[in-house]
């Protein structure tokens, strides 16, 4: 029995089975257009050869690190960062058709595995830069460094592309206001105190790792935030736009793409994870807030406005 406050999404295949068939499974007499909005229940490999081209806007994957992982059945053996290369080279090679021109790709990474993706995407695309986000979970070592970091690479199809800056300001407390004719200068005065909302850096220190009592939290080991993913769905794409995860996982990306006005298409092979990723896509229906983003802006991790909803 779990705990009240426990908000975990574990619902098994048994009991999710209305949700597992509202997902798709691509056959060669399925309309292309009746991806969007659609999780594909499926293998990559196999699927993608059945999508449009030039559709996607926005790709967000999440591929498995180089680590021996087993995802609920689905398993991953680390392998030499040749071996990777390929791996990642044959799933970018899958989706490359799907993309618009000025289409923006993110892919997420732990250090090992980030050298290995940095460079294949250097033979397809035009690197724009490196994210580098703080996890403030996870288990010590008593040889090593905790990880405590992982990386985002964000690239570009051509050099023209989508990035609105003033929809991912941050805010921050400031320490010490400063005046000018007893006006505050670049803050503002607020109940919770005096803020700043300042440009995004590469390095994000304002992610919290889903936990137990939060609504989005579900029982994917390697669940993305749904604030890390707003800050790249809405820096790179615009309402109405496609945004596409080919490894979705437990739907998070899916999740936060509708509560933000885009469409989304992601695929999982899991079908326990398409109960889950279903599940969150019906709760988005009545609650598209998104814990962290309040009134247009980003807070910083646990301060008080971090329980306000911000999208009416």
């Keep these: ?103 923006t790709i993110y892919v997420c990474c732990d250090w090992s595995s980030s050298p290995a993706i940095g460079r294949i995407l250097k033979k397809y695309f035009y690197i724009q830069n490196r994210i580098t986000w703080q996890r403030e979970k996870g288990r010590g070592a008593l040889t090593n460094w905790k990880n405590g970091m992982e990386d985002i690479w964000f690239a570009t199809k051509s050099r023209e592309y989508t990035f609105n800056v003033e929809d991912v300001k941050i805010r921050r407390k400031v320490i010490s206001p400063y005046k000018v004719n007893g006006k505050p200068k670049d803050w503002e005065e607020t109940e919770e105190g005096n803020f700043r909302n300042t440009y995004p850096s590469n390095f994000w220190d304002d992610i919290s790792i889903p936990y137990w009592s939060m609504l989005e939290n579900t029982a994917h080991s390697t669940q993305k935030p749904e604030k890390l993913l707003a800050k790249l769905i809405l820096a790179s794409s615009n309402p109405g736009d496609v945004v596409f995860d080919p490894f979705l996982g437990s739907g998070s990306t899916s999740v936060t793409a509708k509560k933000l006005n885009r469409h989304y298409v992601g695929v999982e092979i899991n079908e326990q994870y398409c109960v889950w990723a279903e599940k969150r896509l019906e709760m988005a229906q009545t609650d598209n807030s998104i814990q962290g983003y309040t009134d247009g802006v980003f807070w910083e991790r646990n301060t008080t406005a971090l329980q306000k909803k911000n999208i009416k």
Excluded at 8 to 35: N, P
Excluded at 50 to 63: E, K, S, W
Excluded at 89 to 103: D, H, T, Y
């Design 1 to 103: 029995m779990k705990a009240g406050r426990n908000k975990t999404i574990d619902i098994d295949i048994e009991a999710g089975r209305t949700y597992l068939d509202r997902c798709l499974r691509i056959t060669e007499d399925q309309k292309s257009t009746d991806i969007i909005d659609k999780t594909i229940l499926g293998e990559l490999f196999e699927v993608t050869s059945f999508f449009p081209v030039n559709f996607v806007d926005l790709l967000i994957a999440d591929p498995p690190y180089n680590l021996d992982k087993n995802f609920h059945g689905n398993k991953f053996k680390k392998t030499s960062d040749e071996l990777y290369e390929e791996y990642t080279e044959k799933w970018i090679q899958a989706v490359l058709p799907i993309l618009k021109e000025n289409a």
